[in-house]
């Protein structure tokens, strides 16, 4: 009995392909994209803070130097907020982590519910959060850092009769076109202990 030939196929230059080996590059090639596809949602969670599901020190500084680049090219106005918790280290102290825990989600949550499409909240550490905004001067930037300061101290975990809340002190940079993105975070950090003075010695 003849034995039936492999089905041959010819590739783009013209060498004949067997179709076992047309379809082990298929696969191949399929495997590839879903590889590429898993290390890309891997890259993107590398820069999402895990426990708040925003943008954590590696994503906002990627961001930031975006951002200082549009400015650079287009001169648009924005301002960079530094936020501290105070009294955060007492939460966890007295009511454990896990209260901390939720009180960061619950501020994130007022942060974000808060912000425009285009501005950016992220986590920088601890209990440390930044926000960019766009189209605002100084003066506005200001009033909004207060503003936050004040959604923050109301976002409150925990029975109503034992409410857990903490304060908090936002400094303010604006952003310009020749700021490198650890200039931009150096001067808004700056701004938030010059606020935290301010508060200590009674000033509103």
Known sequence: MLKRKPQRTKSADGVETPAALRAEIARLESELIEAERKIAELEARADVDPLLDIFNRRGFERELKRSLA???????????????LDGFKAVNDRHGH???????????QALTGRVRASDIVARLGGDEFAVLLWNLNEANALARARDLETLIAAAAIGEDDTPIQVGASAGVARLAPTMTAAQAIDA????????????????R
């Open 188 to 203: 808004a950090d700056r701004a938030m202990y010059a606020r935290k003075h301010e508060k200590r010695a009674g000033a």
């Open 70 to 84: 549009y400015i650079a090219r287009y001169g648009a106005d924005a301002a960079l907020i530094y936020i501290d």
């Open 98 to 108: 896990a209260a901390g825990d939720a009180l960061l989600k619950r501020v994130a």
